[in-house]
């Protein structure tokens, strides 16, 4: 019972959320309602027990990205842009593709429905840790070159100009 | 709660995501459609692995790496963004056209 609550609580949070960063007119609105939104996905992951997910997305996402996008707003805007409109003239045949898509999405779904959870919930951290530096040792370490290579891309276009 | 919800959820998730992709003017405000695409396919990943392999973790691998790459891709994007943003004084998609020599 409890489960149900908190399940359509935190799916009317992700949904609403996302409407709004899809079409609130202010940007800064949109960044901060994505804020919200990722912070519900964390708690989706909360309640399919990976605790080691929760705790990444809350890090990365809603304390890392969330707040770039946000410094990026504040620079990167115009006083203009509160009353240009924000949606291009296309959102018709966008809401065709979208239709499309959510049909065929359900249709391949409906392959999975009706299967519950066998067994309670564990702790996961002990098995990442251990998958991490055993078995996907390689990817692990690529994943830190391919870090290192944007960070060092970020820095090279966001440095200034020497003349 | 079965299977079917969260792959419900996810799916409204990233038609939300696909619909700001293809109609938001606004450089950013793509940007942020691509992460709620992303955050949908995470809680697929997710989901699969509480309902149809209980007992691994190579999903919950995937969503970390996704959420890494994730963090890459989008401080490459906003380095590019702002250098755009200097350089034409615009964030609607609709000005970039330089390319077209």
Redesign the interface.
């Known amino acids: 019972m409890i ?2 609550i908190v ?1 359509y609580l935190l ?1 009317a949070v ?2 609403l959320s ?2 709004g ?2 079409l609130l007119r202010n ?1 800064m609105h ?2 901060l309602s ?1 804020g919200l ?2 912070a519900g ?1 964390a708690g ?2 909360a309640s ?3 605790d ?2 929760f705790a ?2 809350i890090l ?2 809603v304390g ?2 969330a707040v ?2 946000l410094f ?2 504040l ?4 006083a203009s ?1 509160l009353i240009t ?4 003239s ?2 018709l ?3 065709v ?2 239709a499309a ?2 049909w065929s ?2 249709r391949i ?1 409906a392959y ?8 309670a ?2 702790p ?1 951290v002990r ?2 840790a251990g ?2 530096l055993g078995d ?1 040792a390689v ?1 692990f370490e690529l ?1 830190s070159v ?2 290192l ?3 060092t ?2 820095a090279l ?2 440095r200034r100009k020497e003349e | ?9 996810s ?10 992709v ?5 450089i ?2 793509i ?3 691509i ?2 695409m992303l ?1 949908a396919a ?2 697929n990943f ?2 699969f ?4 392999y ?2 691994q ?2 999903g ?2 995937t ?3 996704i ?10 994007g ?6 755009i ?1 200097k350089n034409l004084k615009s ?1 609607y998609v ?1 000005d970039y056209n330089i390319l077209k020599g």
Request: hydrophobic share 60%; with cysteine.
């Open positions: 489960e149900q399940f799916a992700i949904v996302a409407l960063v899809v940007v949109s960044a994505l939104c990722l996905v989706i992951f399919l027990g990976s080691f997910v990444a997305q990365v996402y890392g990205i770039l996008i990026v707003v620079l990167a805007g115009s842009d409109r924000q949606i291009n296309q959102w045949p966008s809401l593709i979208c898509f959510i999405y359900l779904t999975f429905s009706g299967i519950a959870a066998k067994s919930p564990a996961t098995a990442i998958a991490m996907y990817p994943i391919v870090l290579a944007s960070m891309g970020a276009f966001a | 709660m079965t299977l079917s919800h969260y792959l419900a959820l799916g409204a998730l990233f038609t939300i995501g696909l619909f700001g293809l109609t938001r003017r606004n950013i405000g940007l942020m459609s992460e709620l955050n995470n809680i997710v989901a692995n509480r309902f149809l209980p007992g973790h190579l919950h691998l969503v970390i790496f959420i890494t790459l994730a963090a890459a891709e989008v401080v490459v906003l380095a590019l963004v702002m250098t943003y964030a609709e």
